[in-house]
């Protein structure tokens, strides 16, 4: 049940608007007004509210600094071309949040704090909302422990809150990308299909180390064989081999339940595809190389919608692939951001009108 309940607001005294370079907005780089904020003490949440954005006070001893019960989403809002403000997919979010809350022993954020108070953030700043084709404002919803305690146990207080910021047009370069095969990101049993910021502290070393290798990414692998393909920093990955578009399923809980993967999955079956959901080795892809069968490899996420792989290196194995040759995500990738921009009609009603 979602109540509309009307949340308190302390407007900010002069907006930080005028500061917003718009036509260099890049990504996390600027922050709206305001911010939401609620409280879990006691076993209930309290004191929903939306205040400027602003510090925290906190003391040396905020659990999440030391244990890291900490989980986020990620979202966007656009706008159309009459001004109207859509929100992607958010009860998604908000169900994925659960989940994610449920693993790391933290408590459920309620629907009317979650959309209902996200609609109402977004509202009070959506001049902040830029309309650039592809511009959008930034979502980060987030959940941590607050108790001061150094004892190891789920936390008994926690905040949650969400910030926004204007982001700009996604103009991603092909990445170049290598199969990690010293560290890997997720094991059966453990944190995986959670969206916490543990998963991306283990991630940054390899991030880094790729990066001096002149990379921009890497694939992980599973934790087990090191022989079936994961995903990729924050992105899932999808191979087209063949005419078959490939990603691999999730039923082992180590990769992250992607709602851009979930809707691409959705829309190019729709379009007439064969979609499987399936392991996927590193072999399977060589060989598909090798036949001149791997047409097309793409990661998808948020931030990128979809974000085409040009170079894919395992071991010292090379595999160089023709971007401008990818039509078919190529394709897609317009289809589903012409989707969020409420160009096509909201077929699947996946827009949540702010
Ligand atoms: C958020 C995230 C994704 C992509 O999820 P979307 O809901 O499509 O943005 C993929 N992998 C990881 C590890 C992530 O954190």
Not at 110 to 116: D, G, K, L, S
Not at 215 to 238: P, R, S, T
Not at 255 to 269: D, P, V, W
């Amino acid at each position: 049940m979602v109540e509309a309940v009307q949340i308190p607001v302390e407007h900010i005294k002069e907006s930080k608007l005028p500061q917003v370079d718009f036509k260099n907005l890049g990504f996390g780089k600027y922050f709206s007004d305001h911010m939401l904020e609620a409280d879990y003490v006691n076993g209930e949440w309290t004191s929903v509210r939306i205040r400027p954005y602003q510090e925290l006070g906190f003391l040396p001893a905020l659990s999440v600094l030391h244990y890291s019960q900490t989980i986020f989403e990620g979202q966007k809002a656009h706008k159309d071309e009459n001004g109207n403000v859509h929100i992607f997919r958010p009860h998604e979010n908000w169900k994925r949040l659960n989940r994610s809350a449920e693993r790391m022993a933290m408590p459920q954020v309620p629907e009317e704090i979650f959309v209902e108070g996200m609609k109402q953030l977004i509202e009070l700043d959506k001049d902040f909302i830029p309309s650039g084709y592809d511009e959008s404002l930034y979502i980060r919803p987030f959940l941590f422990a607050t108790e001061e305690t150094l004892g190891v146990k789920a936390a008994n207080a926690y905040k949650f809150m969400i910030i926004t910021g204007p982001v700009g047009a996604y103009f991603a370069e092909p990445a170049r990308i290598y199969v990690e095969e010293k560290f890997t990101r997720a094991a059966p049993g453990g944190t995986g299909a959670v969206k916490t910021g543990g998963n991306y502290a283990a991630s940054l070393l390899s991030s880094a180390e790729a990066r001096k290798q002149g990379y921009d990414q890497v694939l992980w692998m599973d934790a087990i064989e090191h022989k079936y393909v994961q995903e990729v920093g924050a992105m899932n990955i999808f191979f087209m081999i063949g005419d078959k578009i490939i990603t691999p399923d999730l039923s082992d809980g180590t990769i992250l339940a992607g709602i851009t993967r979930m809707s691409l999955i959705e829309m190019f079956k729709d379009a007439g595809h064969k979609v499987e959901e399936r392991r996927i080795s590193i072999d399977e892809i060589i060989e598909a190389y090798k036949s001149g069968q791997l047409k097309e490899v793409f990661g998808s996420g948020t931030a990128a919608t979809i974000s085409h792989v040009k170079e894919l290196k395992y071991k010292d194995f090379v595999m160089e692939l023709d971007v401008d040759a990818m039509t078919v995500s190529s394709q897609m990738k317009k289809e589903l951001l012409d989707y969020k921009e409420n160009k096509s009609g909201d077929k699947y009603g996946w827009l949540e009108r702010v």
